[in-house]
């Protein structure tokens, strides 16, 4: 194999990018780069660092079922047991000289003649692959708001995914910009450090009990020995989650269970009522991301910590001033605001067939068939694409099926000397008209706003079903689905062959 062309090239050194790769190891094909514009692998997990950092759901489910690991310290990891995991598959599975490290893939263009993806990184010689993987994730990127006065900020400013651990918080006055999956980890620990921490909130969620023990050393033995025992141990995890759906995807008599949870939740760690009014959700609890934590609340009513919930109405040179006027002055601001996420475009341009621009097709939602693939763009598939999102259980459940299908379609392509492996836009089209009219009668379209939603409320982000069924639509591909075009040298034996 030529050095700059490729079978698969995988973009993207995180979760999604590691496992694709040790699957088509696993499946014989080695022939294989993993670009990564960082300068070492992980993904989110090693961008975000901040304190508190892990895992809202088990990391017995959080993890590959072909990578077990026997040895999780607790029932949620933290952050850097989660990249000390993909760390070690990446060892065990021998990726290191498949990576190509500060590779900033900045655009694919397929070569409809050859076959091939042209790929354009910065600052170094174009390759070509004959299908490319989309690993970047949708957690990928980051950055500050967009706020009025932003740019006006004479203190310090902090995102949670690019944490600055070189600032001491001793003795600061800091401002928290935000109340959701991050926020409620990080809060906590700043309360521990700064001398005031102010925490700004724009809606209220849905809080649950963590309750996160200690792996027994017993345990971690037992799975070491009886590799099964532990795989009985995911199993059991994975159902009892499957379970949640039918309180948080739909709208059901369950709803109100988990809302009952979250409000004893409420009632028992705040004890203020005023308190406990500004923190109650006035949506259904899964319309937005379910908040696991038990130490939120707790943080809330330190002393030196207060809930501010005045709209902010502008950043000013020393602080945060609020709709009714009063300007919070902070040495310090953290935005827990969340990352960019990819609704309306794509995380790098991809150009198709005929010149054909997919983020301008993505321009009013994104969209793919099973969230794997996209009409006019053969050989190309997507990890944790378009309405891959689970609600109630582990994203890696579903990036795990969207692996093995995309390997086994990839495998296809290689051993049927294929050109071109393009998705059929009428199953594209039907498969996404059921996908729109099911999530209609979801709790995520509900009315409430999130990051889930774009801005005229297309859900492009959730599945809406059991993680069960979005496994299953992944278990084969079927070419039927497919316009299948053979390479030439492949269509030329068949002529010769017919001829013959």
């Not at 952050?79 to 070690?88: R, T, V």
């Not at 500060?102 to 004959?130: L, M």
């Not at 937005?288 to 902010?312: E, G, H, V």
């Not at 051993?415 to 836009?425: A, G, I, N």
Request: aromatic share 10%; glycine share 8%; charged share 20%.
């Amino acid at each position: 194999m030529n050095d700059t062309t490729l079978d698969v090239a995988i973009i993207g050194g995180g979760f999604a990018g590691i496992g694709a790769a040790i699957r088509l190891k696993q499946k014989g094909i080695d022939g294989f780069a993993i670009f990564e514009r960082g300068d070492a692998i992980g993904g989110t997990w090693r961008d975000n660092t901040y304190p508190g950092a892990a895992c809202d759901i088990p990391s017995r489910l959080y993890s590959y079922s072909f990578a077990p690991n026997p040895d999780w310290s607790h029932t949620y990891s933290g952050s850097d047991e989660i990249l000390g995991y993909i760390e070690a598959m990446a060892a065990e599975f021998g990726l290191g000289p498949h990576f190509r490290f500060e590779h900033n893939v900045s655009g694919i263009v397929f070569d409809e003649d050859a076959g091939q993806w042209e790929i354009t990184i910065d600052g170094r010689e174009t390759v070509r692959a004959r299908a490319v993987v989309l690993a970047s994730g949708p957690l990928a990127n980051a950055s500050f708001p967009d706020m009025r006065g932003i740019a006006e900020y004479a203190g310090h400013k902090i995102h949670s995914a690019r944490w600055d651990h070189d600032y001491d918080f001793t003795g600061k006055k800091v401002a928290v910009v935000g109340t959701g999956a991050s926020a409620v980890q990080i809060i906590p620990k700043l309360v521990d450090q700064a001398a005031s921490v102010k925490v700004f909130q724009r809606t209220p969620g849905w809080v649950l009990p963590r309750v996160n023990r200690r792996t027994n050393p017993v345990t971690k033995e037992l799975y070491r020995r009886v590799p099964a025992a532990e795989q009985l141990a995911r199993q059991a995890w994975f159902y009892g989650h499957e379970s949640v759906a039918l309180g948080v995807v739909w709208n059901t008599p369950l709803t109100r269970v988990v809302e009952l949870v979250g409000r004893a939740q409420l009632r028992r760690q705040v004890k203020d009522p005023w308190l406990r009014r500004q923190l109650t959700p006035d949506f259904r609890a899964g319309c937005k991301r379910l908040l696991m934590t038990d130490d939120y609340y707790p943080a809330l009513q330190r002393d030196n910590c207060k809930l501010i919930t005045w709209p902010i109405a502008t950043l000013s040179e020393r602080g945060i001033r609020t709709a009714e006027g009063v300007e919070h002055q902070v040495d310090c601001i953290v935005f827990a605001t969340g990352f960019d996420v990819s609704k309306t475009g794509t995380p790098i341009p991809v150009t198709g067939r005929d010149g054909r621009v997919l983020a301008e097709e993505w321009s009013r939602g994104a969209y793919a068939y099973k969230s794997v693939a996209v009409s006019g763009y053969p050989n190309l598939f997507l990890t944790f694409g378009p309405n891959s999102g689970p609600g109630h259980n582990s994203a890696l459940v579903y990036m795990e099926a969207q692996i093995d299908y995309l390997v086994s379609a990839i495998g296809t392509i290689l051993e049927q000397d294929l050109r071109v492996l393009d998705v059929r836009k009428e199953r594209q089209d039907r498969y996404n008209a059921g996908m729109q009219r099911r999530l209609t009668a979801t709790t995520w379209n509900s009315g409430c706003r999130s990051w889930y939603l774009t801005e005229d409320g297309f859900n492009a982000t959730m599945y809406p079903g059991f993680a069960t069924q979005y496994v299953n639509q992944l278990r084969t591909v079927d070419l039927a689905d497919y316009t299948v075009v053979a390479a030439e040298r492949n269509a030329r034996r068949a002529r010769i062959a017919a001829v013959s």
